[in-house]
């Protein structure tokens, strides 16, 4: 089984600054996957960046870039040059493999202002 | 690619009735499905996981015989609530994944069931 923690229920950020979203994770298993996934007012989930437990090298989507921390188990995001439709819920989440369940954190609510 | 629907995406019943909500995978084969619970403001809460032409796995609490889960084919997959109560008023979301060599799921665009 595998926790997800975001400890962060809410973040604010200004318009083309920076934000960092904070995920840790435990698990006992040596290979799985870890995503994030934003939920926008209309409630649709969708994938912004994943990140394999066995790739060292970060994670980077445009404006979105992931530190993974694999001894630390920690995950965080980070949204450069923010815009406002990256107002969203972000949530962390976890799976072990190919058709196993995703484990999501609590989430975030992250509020981009002008 | 790997768009998943969900019909219908806001649907009201009456107390004591039933409600089947649909989810396809419209352009990928997806030998599996799950569905997911969120209360206002919180996390999705997995109900179970279904497999195609087995029968689906539940979580610890959900009620089998009050949420009947069907995947009788790779493209759908259908969430059926039974004698629907006020309290079973929530968004359901269905996901389906992963395509070959990607381990991500995707979402549908959620229904909302009001019971009244």
């Known amino acids: 089984a595998q926790t997800v923690t975001q400890s962060q229920p809410e973040m604010s950020v200004q318009e083309a600054e920076t934000v960092t979203l904070s995920c840790t994770y435990d698990?006992?298993?040596?290979?799985?996957?870890l995503f994030w996934y934003k939920q926008p007012p209309s409630r649709q989930m969708i994938l912004v960046i994943r990140?394999?437990?066995?790739?060292?090298q970060n994670a980077t989507e445009n404006r979105f870039s992931v530190n993974f921390q694999k001894a630390a188990k920690s995950f965080s995001l980070k949204i450069s040059d923010s815009q406002l439709g990256d107002a969203a819920m972000y949530f962390c989440a976890c799976n072990t493999g190919t058709a196993s369940k995703l484990t999501f954190g609590t989430g975030t609510r992250l509020q981009v202002t002008l | 690619g790997a768009v998943v629907s969900q019909h219908p995406s806001w649907v009201i019943c009456k107390s004591g009735t039933s409600v089947k909500i649909e989810c396809r995978s419209l352009d990928f084969q997806a030998t599996t499905m799950f569905w997911y619970r969120q209360f206002p403001k919180q996390s999705l809460m997995l109900m179970a996981t279904?497999?195609?032409?087995?029968?689906?796995?539940?979580e610890q609490g959900v009620e089998k015989d009050k949420f009947l889960i069907n995947h009788a084919s790779l493209t759908l997959s259908t969430l059926t609530v039974t004698s629907a109560h006020p309290e079973d008023s929530s968004f359901y979301i269905c996901?389906?994944?992963?395509?070959?060599?990607?381990?991500?799921?995707?979402f549908g665009p959620g229904t909302r069931l009001t019971v009244t």
């Open positions: 990140q394999e437990a066995y790739k060292q």
């Open positions: 698990t006992s298993e040596s290979d799985y996957y």
């Open positions: 996901s389906a994944g992963p395509l070959t060599g990607r381990y991500e799921q995707y």
């Open positions: 279904s497999n195609e032409g087995s029968k689906a796995t539940y």
